[in-house]
């Protein structure tokens, strides 16, 4: 990557070399792919590039953490948690804000959701007091949840803090159910279509 953006800095002005050094850093985007996102962004300046400027001060200035849930909106409690058409008594329990907006993609849930933050992961340091667990067990704790549905990736990661959760709350007498096994094993919610997220859904089982 440093070889390549120093060829950019050659050819630019450190203005432009900024920005397509920040842009590398987005998933999915290399050095060269940031360089072609960089030159269209310039090329249609007032169609794109200064609307995208704006749109990224106003959400950096109103995007806030649910203190409910643990999604991200510019609301607190966010939309979900404030709809009242949801069904309060289903809780889906998810790793990462990108899972619950698959699922939300999916149109398959309309219960509510709690976001982990992550996974437990000895190896890299990550346990229970880095996840969002203290504020799940409270949920549960406070009534009304019948069921949660642990709908965490097939990781082994994901599975062992299923299995740590399920531990967790097997004093509330709360009904723990997984996703099907249409998810498959090493996948990730965010990477898959909408007809598998939605079939998982309705195909949940006991955990």
Same mark, same amino acid.
């Given at each position: 990557?440093?070889?390549?953006?120093?060829?950019?800095?050659?050819?630019?002005?450190p203005?432009?070399?900024?920005?397509?050094?920040?842009?590398?850093?987005?998933p999915?985007?290399?050095?060269?792919?940031?360089?072609?996102?960089?030159?269209?962004?310039?090329?249609? /300046?007032?169609?794109?590039?200064?609307?995208?400027?704006?749109?990224?001060?106003?959400?950096?200035?109103?995007?806030?953490?649910?203190?409910?849930?643990?999604?991200?909106?510019?609301?607190?409690?966010?939309?979900?948690?404030?709809?009242?058409? /949801?069904?309060?008594?289903?809780?889906?329990?998810?790793e990462?804000?990108?899972?619950?907006?698959?699922?939300?993609?999916?149109?398959?849930?309309?219960? /509510?959701?709690?976001?982990?933050?992550?996974?437990?992961?000895?190896?890299?340091?990550?346990?229970?007091?880095?996840?969002?667990?203290a504020?799940?067990?409270?949920?549960?704790?406070?009534?009304?949840?019948?069921?949660?549905?642990?709908?965490?990736?097939?990781?082994?990661?994901?599975?062992?803090?299923?299995?740590?959760?399920?531990?967790?709350?097997?004093?509330?007498?709360?009904?723990?159910?997984?996703?099907?096994?249409?998810?498959?094993?090493?996948?990730?919610?965010?990477?898959?279509?909408?007809?598998?997220?939605?079939?998982?859904?309705?195909?949940?089982?006991?955990?």
């Amino acid at each position: 990557m440093s070889s390549d953006l120093g060829m950019a800095e050659r050819v630019a002005g450190p203005e432009i070399e900024r920005l397509i050094q920040l842009l590398a850093r987005l998933p999915g985007l290399g050095p060269r792919s940031a360089r072609r996102a960089a030159l269209h962004l310039i090329r249609r /300046r007032e169609e794109l590039f200064e609307p995208l400027a704006d749109a990224m001060q106003a959400a950096r200035e109103r995007v806030v953490v649910c203190g409910t849930c643990g999604n991200i909106d510019t609301v607190n409690p966010c939309t979900i948690c404030r709809d009242e058409r /949801r069904d309060g008594s289903l809780l889906t329990v998810v790793e990462t804000v990108a899972d619950l907006w698959a699922l939300e993609r999916a149109a398959a849930m309309r219960g /509510r959701y709690h976001v982990l933050g992550g996974t437990l992961s000895p190896l890299d340091g990550i346990g229970p007091k880095d996840l969002n667990l203290a504020s799940l067990v409270g949920r549960v704790v406070a009534g009304g949840v019948k069921e949660v549905i642990l709908a965490v990736n097939a990781t082994v990661d994901g599975q062992t803090t299923a299995h740590y959760i399920t531990d967790l709350l097997a004093h509330t007498g709360v009904r723990l159910t997984r996703l099907a096994h249409g998810v498959p094993v090493g996948g990730e919610l965010d990477y898959l279509d909408e007809g598998t997220l939605a079939a998982a859904i309705r195909q949940r089982t006991a955990f």
